[in-house]
């Protein structure tokens, strides 16, 4: 039976990509910093010490940091034996979303640029907005600014509770998001108003809009909730999702995972709240897989809760909260089924300011026969979608080498 299981960390980097220098990234590196913060104690809220991942460990995730930065992580070292096939990829993809990287994993990367809002002030421009808000019935908006999404809220939340006007916001990424509070404002009335943004975005090849709800009666308790939701445009060419559902099979999405493919190769999705319930649901949907059958989970909160916000130690909680449950993932798969760990982009928690980096990130691939031992520097995530090609015997990607014979 062929089954892959894909569990993505979203901005798990191990590392400054080659090409960082371009991104003002050089030296990031959301693993190796976080390590390093736990090893010195600068992380122990909510926890304590050094950063502890046996589990991925054994896959060989300190080895393929090791090669990525020629240093192994505070913590980790040579002394474990390792079970997987292991290495890191750059990232061909022009940027350094979610997006981009996500195709670009499934074998199909973002070689043209996205549009992208670079005022950090008066960012959208005015027959834009003025159009969206036309067809949406609304007067004015409020933010129109490069913004954290939790901090924005802190700042205009009540505003928008008391006016009625949306806030719009965007960030270093090519996205258009929209932050109204699930009650006052209405959870359907942001998903009209973000379907209207989607399609007056049209002209400025636009990434992603994203429906971003909130909760909560002032600065001192508002949380942004579970509904939020991602509008994307389709992958340029079809992916590896596509491919296999082409082909008569199953892609389970598990998470945001359909959005981002703007529901481009998703057979059957699931939601999920936070890393247990997204955990519970990748188990659960692992066991009642059938033959050629994808299961893909975006573990989201790495990034939305602890890399953008820049929360070291609740980073690292998370991290050993994964690599806490991951006997329960092994103990149910069967001998053919290949597992792989990766992430999309990095989100270094000690980086400066809020945006993600630029980073290499974990291939760690398991199972379906692979030999233990390094699969080196990969010059693209799209050796990932190239080698499930190749597993499930689909015709090969346009890009990317396989791993798997
Ligand atoms: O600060 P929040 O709202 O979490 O937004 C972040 O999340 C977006 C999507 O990953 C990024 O563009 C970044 O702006
Ligand atoms: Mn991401
Ligand atoms: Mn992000």
């Known amino acids: 039976m062929k089954r892959t299981f894909i569990l993505m960390l979203d901005s798990f980097g191990l590392g400054a990509a080659t090409d960082a220098e371009k991104f003002g990234d050089v030296g990031s590196d959301t693993f190796g910093h976080i390590a390093q913060a736990c090893a010195q104690g600068k992380a122990d809220i909510g926890r304590q010490g050094p950063l502890k991942l046996p589990n991925l460990a054994k896959l060989g995730l300190g080895h393929a940091g090791f090669e990525s930065t020629g240093k192994f992580a505070d913590g980790f070292n040579a002394d474990v034996e390792v079970i997987g096939a292991y290495g890191h990829a750059d990232e061909l993809s022009s940027g350094k979303d979610t997006p981009s990287g996500h195709w670009e994993m499934a074998g199909v990367p973002v070689l043209y640029e996205w549009g992208y809002f670079s005022d950090l002030t008066h960012s959208f421009p005015k027959e834009l907005t003025d159009k969206i808000l036309k067809r949406a019935g609304l007067e004015d908006f409020l933010g129109n600014c490069h913004a954290s999404g939790t901090q924005i809220l802190e700042e205009l939340g009540e505003e928008h509770m008391k006016t009625g006007k949306p806030i719009f916001y965007t960030s270093a990424d090519s996205v258009f998001q929209v932050a109204c509070h699930e009650e006052t404002f209405g959870i359907e009335n942001l998903y009209n108003l973000c379907k209207i943004a989607r399609e007056e975005l049209e002209p400025y090849n636009i990434g992603r809009v ?63 709240t936070g890393l247990e319930e997204l955990f519970d649901e990748t188990l659960t949907q692992i066991k009642r897989a059938g033959d050629n059958t994808i299961v893909f989970t975006n573990f989201v909160d790495f990034d939305s809760h602890y890399g953008h916000r820049r929360d070291t130690a609740g980073y690292a909680k998370a991290l050993e909260y994964f690599d806490s449950r991951l006997p329960e993932l092994f103990a149910i798969l069967q001998p053919d089924d290949l597992v792989v760990f990766t992430a999309d982009h990095g989100c270094d928690p000690t980086w400066v300011g809020t945006e993600h980096t630029r980073e290499r990130v974990p291939v760690l691939a398991y199972g379906a026969g692979l030999p233990a031992g390094s699969l080196g520097r990969r010059q693209s995530f799209a050796d990932i979608g190239q080698s499930i090609a190749s597993y499930f015997k689909l015709e090969p990607m346009n890009y990317g080498e396989s791993f798997i014979n």
Do not use: C, M, W
């Open 210 to 272: 994203i429906a971003r709800p909130f909760v909560g009666t002032g600065p001192a308790d508002f949380a942004r909730t579970g509904n939020r939701h991602d509008y994307a445009v389709l992958p340029p060419a079809p992916t590896i999702l596509d491919k296999l559902k082409a082909a008569g099979g199953e892609v389970v999405s598990i998470g945001k995972i359909a959005d981002i493919y703007a529901h481009s190769g998703i057979t059957q999705k699931f939601k999920a």
